[in-house]
Antibody, heavy 122, light 107 residues
Framework: QLQLQESGPGLVKPSETLSLTCTVSGGSISSSSYYWGWIRQPPGRGLEWIGSIYYSGSTYYNPSLKSRVTISADTSKNQFSLRLSSVTAADTAVYYC??????????????WGQGTLVTVSS | DIQMTQSPSSLSTSVGDRVTVTCQASQDISNHLNWYQQKPGKAPKLLIYGASNLETGVPSRFSGSGSGTDYTFTITSLQPEDLATYYC?????????FGPGTKVAIK
């Protein structure tokens, strides 16, 4: 059974870089049928798609965050990662990693990690 | 970006009642719409994909319909375990965008 698990610091200082890793078990991130991505949710608010990476290495980012975001993958560890630079309090959120099925016309986030709260504060 | 709106933002109703949530996109999204359920403190869970297709294992009391810019999510007979926030999400264009959510409470 596919499982995704986020890991990383729960507290980041303003202006620094947020770094999170998603470890995937029960499936390979090298599969051509899926995209691997990040979605965040500020406390008490809605969901925001951050970006995705495909097995080929192609990346897709939300334009609202594109200048600060990098998503990368380590196939040897079956992990993918998020880096968000120059963070502010507005980046405080629960960060989810998720697997998206990409089989047109279908495209949906079918599997999610449990989420990890990242607080930006000095 | 495609903007998604949902109504109502919250509702409170009784077990056994029918619940209807609407989602409107700022442009035609050609049925490229998913619905998720998020219970308190949990990750979202996919319920409906492609506007009307029930995800495997999801109870049949959940359904979706619509076309163009207007979509509807229905719970035919509300159960206590349906206490959650429900989100629509479009995948017609990047960036993927979610509606603001509809919080369903049990009276």
């Amino acid at each position: 059974q596919l499982q995704l698990q986020e890991s990383g610091p729960g507290l980041v200082k303003p202006s620094e870089t947020l770094s999170l890793t998603c470890t995937v078990s029960g499936g390979s991130i090298s599969s051509s049928s899926y995209y691997w991505g990040w979605i965040r949710q500020p406390p008490g608010r809605g969901l925001e798609w951050i970006g995705s990476i495909y097995y080929s290495g192609s990346t897709y980012y939300n334009p609202s965050l594109k200048s600060r975001v990098t998503i990368s993958a380590d196939t040897s560890k079956n992990q993918f990662s998020l880096r968000l630079s120059s963070v502010t309090a507005a980046d405080t959120a629960v960060y989810y990693c998720a697997r998206r099925i990409a089989a047109p016309p279908r495209s949906y986030f079918q599997h999610w990690g449990q989420g990890t709260l990242v607080t930006v504060s000095s | 970006d495609i903007q998604m709106t949902q109504s109502p933002s919250s509702l409170s109703t009784s077990v056994g009642d029918r619940v209807t949530v609407t989602c409107q996109a700022s442009q035609d999204i050609s049925n490229h719409l998913n619905w998720y359920q998020q219970k308190p403190g949990k990750a979202p869970k996919l319920l409906i994909y492609g506007a009307s297709n029930l995800e495997t294992g999801v109870p049949s009391r959940f359904s979706g319909s619509g076309s163009g810019t207007d979509y509807t999510f229905t719970i035919t007979s509300l159960q206590p375990e349906d206490l959650a926030t429900y989100y629509c999400q479009q995948y017609d264009n990047l960036p993927f965008t979610f509606g603001p959510g509809t919080k369903v409470a049990i009276k």
